[in-house]
């Protein structure tokens, strides 16, 4: 196990130095963060639709 977390260690540092890939990094986080959320959004907004259009109906 310690090997494993030394190797990725190494690696991960050996990746901080490719110009560029910190940035495309942080995009592809700021990107999925952006989906997780605009999910969780459309789920609520899909929830609260059929709560209203229940409330509608009676």
């Known amino acids: 196990m310690e090997q494993d ?3 990725a260690r190494r690696v ?3 990746l901080s130095r490719v ?3 910190r940035t ?3 995009r ?3 990107r999925e ?3 997780r959320l ?3 959004i459309a789920s609520r907004l899909r929830r609260d639709a059929r709560v209203l259009w229940l ?4």
């Open 5 to 7: 977390k030394g190797l």
């Open 12 to 14: 991960e540092e050996w």
């Open 19 to 21: 110009p560029g890939l």
């Open 24 to 26: 495309y990094r942080r």
């Open 28 to 30: 592809e986080h700021r």
């Open 33 to 35: 963060t952006d989906k």
């Open 38 to 40: 605009r999910e969780h």
């Open 55 to 58: 409330w509608q109906a009676t």
